[in-house]
């Protein structure tokens, strides 16, 4: 009995960091309007400093039509998956040295994954 109890324990122990990984889009929102809304607007077509964020999730970059992106941004090949976005979101320069991307990146690993959980609602 106790053997049980142990290995239900552990496996709890073990999902906890997997439902935390996967973010609260409500946070992301308020993160993003603090963090990002400046130069990203959300709407499809409006491009402000950055380009639209609307749909930005599992598509390929540099493809938000009517943006002028960076020759080191079109250059890139990259898919925004989650990894990819992570890897953005931490720290532009190093995935996509040369961009143009003012934002030095989130340190925050749970704020990042608010953030995906956002971008991967604008569809």
Known sequence: MIRKQFVTASALL?????????G????GQALFKA???????TEA???LMGPSLQGVAG???AQAPGFNYSPAFKGAQLSWNDANLDAWLTSPAALVPGN????????DAQAR???IAYLKQLK
């Open 59 to 61: 598509r390929a970059n």
């Open 14 to 22: 073990l999902a906890a960091p997997l439902c935390l990984a996967q």
């Open 113 to 115: 994954e608010h953030l």
């Open 45 to 47: 077509g409006k491009h």
């Open 35 to 41: 963090q990002c809304g400046y130069c990203h607007s």
């Open 24 to 27: 609260d889009a409500t946070q």
């Open 100 to 107: 143009m991307m003012m934002f030095p990146g989130q340190a």
